[in-house]
């Protein structure tokens, strides 16, 4: 088993920025790539940015490219989500992901409100 925690979530104006953390325990090694899922009121969940845990290989999903980056301390066991120019509709709750060939790891989600 894999637990993942977030947190860093908050209310923020338009423009501004917020970091999001995920502190990752448990059996690491089940662990080949984790993403950075967000559930928009009225849509379904969407990966916004994905990372290979060993590697460090990185992917976004085209609403967030070019301001919002991931990354991860592997020494730490924590992954991050540095959002910049956050605009009302990033607004929702984002999710930590993690799993070896699919997403079989989800932590509690963590709230994003852009307000404009």
């Known amino acids: 088993q894999v637990q993942l925690k977030e947190s860093g979530g908050g209310l923020v104006q338009a423009g501004g920025s917020l970091r999001l953390s995920c502190v990752v325990s448990?059996?690491?090694?089940?662990?080949?790539?984790l993403d950075w899922f967000r559930q928009v009121p009225g849509k379904e969940r969407e990966s916004v940015a994905r990372i290979t845990w060993i590697g460090g290989s990185t992917g976004y999903g085209d609403s967030v490219k070019g301001r919002f980056t991931i990354s991860r301390d592997y020494e730490k066991n924590t992954a991050f989500l540095q959002m910049n120019n956050l605009k009302p509709e990033d607004t929702g709750v984002y999710y930590c992901v993690a799993g070896r060939s699919s997403y079989d790891y989800w932590g509690q989600g963590t709230q994003v409100t852009v307000s404009s």
């Open positions: 448990g059996r690491i090694a089940d662990i080949y790539a």
